[in-house]
Each structure stands twice: as structure tokens, then as C-alpha cells.
């Protein structure tokens, strides 16, 4: 072959060879998210007044302690307003005016980022619980060291868990629950007493006399 037609083949081959891609870089952004709150309590729900509401702040670009979060009620005002605490939870404990009540709660993070949660609660008064003592009957005679049986009927038509409790004005304490065994230690005549919580309200109270023997 003619040396010149060679070393044209040759430049001509090179040329035909595509260049390599051009590299672009850009940087890498990412849009903060916005915060998550939550509340306990559902929408339209009963709620009894006074109470407790409680909740949560979640952000996956901050500490939730840090980010401000609002608790207010269309009816009553700012309720709460502040952070956190460090797992994120919240807790608020009042008085909400009766009937519906609108609640929102919201959360702004340091980019301005808000989040909320609209509730409708159907705020109705405590109901104080109902309690009497069954047994002993009043006016009972019982032995000193031996079993007398005490018992009681409660009731709280919310449905709220309830302290039972008992004393005598003589032994002192004696249990707590709605029906238990006990020895009285001391002879004489015994003030016994019954005195019934809920969570919030105040106490159903009964009160008989019995008397314990030698």
C-alpha cells in the first residue's frame, strides 16, 4: 500500500473515534421536610373537662425539643405554647368550656416549615363517681382478731378507673379495693370509712359505725 494512502486511512480512523462525555456536576439540594404532630384525641370525640391532652413533634431535620409547637382552642385561646420535651412529647392538663370545642395544633421548624392537626371535641363535665358500704352493715358487732368482711359498690358513669380506699378512724388505714378480709386490732367503736377517686374529680365519700369486741 502507498505510504501516504496509509497514513491518511490512519488520521481519517482517529478522527471517526467519539470524544469522551463531558462530566457536569451539580450540587446535591434537599428540601427540608415539614414537622409531624399528633394529638391523643380524636375527631368529634367525647372529651371530660378537666383533663389531659397529649401528643408528639417529630422533624427529620431538627431536634424535636426545639421545634415551637401551639396548642389552641377556637373557644378558650392559646392553650399551650412552647417545645417539647426531649422524646418529642407534649402534655396539656385544664378546663375546656362545655360542648364543641374546636382544638388545632400546630408546629413551625427553623425553615418556617408548618404543620397542623384540626380536632372537634364534645366537651362534657366529670362525673363524680358513686360509692356506699355494703359491708358491714352499720351498727355491726364484730370480734377483735377475727376476719370481717368489707365490701363496696362503686361506680363512675364515665368509665374513668377508680381509687378505692378505706380507713378506720382506730387501725388506721386498712385496704384498698372494692371488697377485702381484715382483723380489727383495737376494741372499741370504729368510724369506717370509704372515700372513692377517679382521675380528675373530686371523691365519692360513705361512712358507717361498728363496734369491735373483746
Known amino acids: 500500500m502507498d505510504r501516504k494512502l496509509w497514513v491518511l486511512l490512519v488520521v481519517l480512523g482517529a478522527c471517526d473515534e467519539p470524544a469522551p462525555e463531558e462530566i457536569i456536576t451539580e450540587p446535591l439540594t434537599r428540601e427540608s421536610a415539614p414537622p409531624e404532630v399528633g394529638m391523643d384525641v380524636e375527631d368529634e ?5 378537666p ?5 408528639f413533634v417529630a ?8 421545634v415551637p409547637i401551639r396548642l389552641e382552642s377556637a373557644i378558650d385561646g392559646v392553650l399551650y405554647e412552647g417545645n417539647a420535651d426531649g422524646d418529642g412529647s407534649w402534655h396539656w392538663q385544664g378546663e375546656l368550656t362545655l360542648g364543641e370545642n374546636p382544638l388545632r395544633l400546630s408546629a413551625v421548624d427553623r425553615e418556617g416549615n408548618e404543620s397542623s392537626r384540626t380536632v372537634l371535641l364534645n366537651v362534657r363535665r366529670n362525673a363524680v363517681p358513686d360509692c356506699r358500704i355494703v359491708r358491714p352493715v352499720p351498727g355491726a358487732v364484730v370480734r377483735v382478731g377475727e376476719d370481717v368482711r368489707f365490701t363496696a359498690e362503686v361506680f363512675d358513669a364515665d368509665g374513668d378507673p377508680l381509687n378505692v380506699l ?47 369486741t373483746d
Not at 370525640?45 to 373537662?49: E, G, K, N, S, Y
Not at 422533624?59 to 426545639?66: G, I, L, N, R
Open 166 to 212: 378505706w380507713r378506720s378512724d382506730l387501725d388506721g388505714a386498712l385496704a384498698i379495693g372494692e371488697s377485702f378480709l381484715r382483723r380489727l386490732r383495737v376494741a372499741g367503736e370504729h368510724r369506717i370509712s370509704l372515700e372513692v377517686r377517679d382521675e380528675i374529680g373530686p371523691p365519692c365519700t360513705d361512712e358507717i359505725t361498728i363496734l369491735a
Open 51 to 55: 383533663g389531659l391532652i397529649s401528643g
Open 45 to 49: 370525640a367525647d372529651w371530660v373537662t
Open 59 to 66: 422533624d427529620a431535620d431538627q431536634a424535636a425539643s426545639t
